[in-house]
Structure formats: structure tokens, C-alpha cells
């Protein structure tokens, strides 16, 4: 019932920058957080950033520094900020929304977005 759309992915060189964004197709109630997740082929899919209804945010070391995570104030949309684009940071990114349930959790996500940075 609820769908996450995402958008801002591609390519780019190196050194560069991209900002993605995930909307939500309606408020959700009950968030725990919001996040980014990415995936490169043969890997496990591993977290990038999260942030908390309470603006808690939490980053992968790899890339701490160069990314930022930001939300509306609705919590229908999360970004992420990617500066400083690096090779290794290649890989499809699917947006999380975790939601509250009672005694339990539920997670939404995006159907992924390719960024793709070259040398």
C-alpha cells in the first residue's frame, strides 16, 4: 500500500556529485527511521545512511564525510547527498523506510536506482 519511488541516480565521473531522493506515495505513520541501502553484484546489500524521526543519522564508514542524509519534515521524502563520488561507490541504492509496528517492524523499499561512477 505504500510505494517508494526513487530518482537522481547515474552516471557520473569521479569527484562528483549526485543527489538521490525517494518519495513515499502517502504519509506513513510510525517510522522508525528512513534510509539508504546499496548492492553491487555478487555482495551483500549494505547500509549507507540512516536517519531517525528524531534526526539521529548514522553512516557506513565508507562513506562518512562525503554523503549526508536529510529528510522533509513530513517524512514522505528522504535524500542523500553523494559528494566526492568515488569507483567503489557504484552500486544499485534502494531506499528503506522501516516502520513501528507494534511488538515488531515492517520495511518498505524503493525498486532501486543504478549510480554508476566512473574513473
Known amino acids: 500500500q505504500v510505494q517508494l519511488v526513487e530518482s537522481g541516480g547515474g552516471l557520473v565521473q569521479a569527484g562528483g556529485a549526485l543527489r538521490l531522493s525517494c518519495a513515499a506515495s502517502?504519509?506513513?505513520?510510525?517510522?522508525?527511521?528512513m534510509g539508504w541501502y546499496r548492492q553491487v553484484p555478487g555482495k551483500q546489500r549494505e547500509l549507507v545512511a540512516t536517519i531517525t524521526s528524531g534526526d539521529n543519522t548514522n553512516y557506513a564508514d565508507s562513506v562518512k564525510g562525503r554523503f549526508t542524509i536529510s529528510r522533509d519534515n513530513a517524512e514522505t521524502t528522504v535524500y542523500l547527498q553523494m559528494n566526492s563520488l568515488k569507483p567503489e561507490d557504484t552500486a544499485v541504492y534502494y531506499c528503506?523506510?522501516?516502520?513501528?509496528?507494534?511488538?515488531?517492524?515492517?520495511?518498505?523499499w524503493g525498486q532501486g536506482t543504478q549510480v554508476t561512477v566512473s574513473s
Open positions: 502517502r504519509i506513513i505513520f510510525s517510522i522508525n527511521s
Open positions: 528503506n523506510v522501516r516502520i513501528r509496528l507494534y511488538r515488531t517492524y515492517d520495511d518498505y
